[in-house]
C-alpha cells in the first residue's frame, strides 16, 4: 500500500507540474489544498491509467476519487489485482 501511495503522490507531482517534493503531499482533501479542477482531474487520471495500467471506468471519474489518497490506492488495487 505504501508503494503505491508513494507512486501516486509523485503521480500528482507530475500531472499538475507541482514544485514540491511528493511526499509533502498530504493524504485526504486533495481538491481543495492542490486546487484540482476537471482538467487536473481528467490529467490526474490519465496518469494514474498509465502508471498502474488500469482503466478508470466512465462513471468513477470524479473529484471524489482522487479527494483521498487511500481511496485511490483502493480503487487501484481492485482494478489491477494487486495486493494493498
Request: proline content about 4%.
Amino acid at each position: 500500500m505504501e508503494e503505491i501511495k508513494r507512486k501516486l503522490k509523485e503521480v500528482l507531482v507530475m500531472a499538475l507540474r507541482l514544485k514540491v517534493p511528493p511526499a509533502d503531499i498530504g493524504d485526504k482533501g486533495l481538491v481543495a489544498s492542490l486546487g484540482i479542477d476537471s482538467i487536473n482531474l481528467l490529467e490526474i487520471l490519465i496518469y494514474v491509467e498509465d502508471e498502474f495500467k488500469i482503466k478508470i471506468e466512465d462513471e468513477d471519474l470524479s473529484p471524489v476519487l482522487v479527494d483521498d489518497i487511500d481511496r485511490l490506492v483502493g480503487y487501484i488495487t481492485a482494478r489491477s489485482g494487486r495486493s494493498i
